[in-house]
Nanobody, 122 residues
Framework: VQLQASGGGLVQVGDSLRLSCAAS????????VAWFRQAPGKEREFVGT??????YYDDSVKGRFTFSRDNAKNSVYLQMNNLKPEDTAIYYC??????????????????WGQGTQVTVSS
């Protein structure tokens, strides 16, 4: 499956952005899709996902970011509110079939989009 992430941009502290990740194939609903992000000089880190009816977020984004998906449109979204400078990163969507212990690890996802840059200026 091919993933296309979009919606990034340059915003100010406290602003909002909505990222989208569109998949190329019709079996999208069978995948767990997650958002990760990678800041310069850092490893790719988990942001959030919905899997098996449960929503998972990194503590750093809880209460500010909301993950959603629309299987009919083969898409997932990440609504990001109250953005902070530390949210600056390239945001990636990944798709796969991770077990619970792999949910927050890049190794749990087989397919990746190209990423979209989010820059939060203070």
């Amino acid at each position: 499956v091919q993933l296309q992430a979009s919606g990034g941009g340059l915003v100010q502290v406290g602003d909002s952005l909505r990222l989208s990740c569109a998949a190329s194939e019709g079996t999208f609903s069978s995948y767990t899709v997650a958002w990760f992000r990678q800041a310069p000089g850092k490893e790719r880190e988990f942001v959030g996902t919905v899997a098996r009816g449960h929503t998972y977020y990194d503590d750093s984004v809880k209460g500010r970011f909301t993950f959603s998906r629309d299987n009919a449109k083969n898409s997932v979204y990440l609504q990001m509110n109250n953005l902070k400078p530390e949210d600056t990163a390239i945001y990636y969507c990944g798709a796969g079939w991770p077990i619970i212990s792999e949910m927050r690890r890049t190794s749990g996802y087989r397919y990746w989009g190209q990423g979209t840059q989010v820059t939060v200026s203070s």
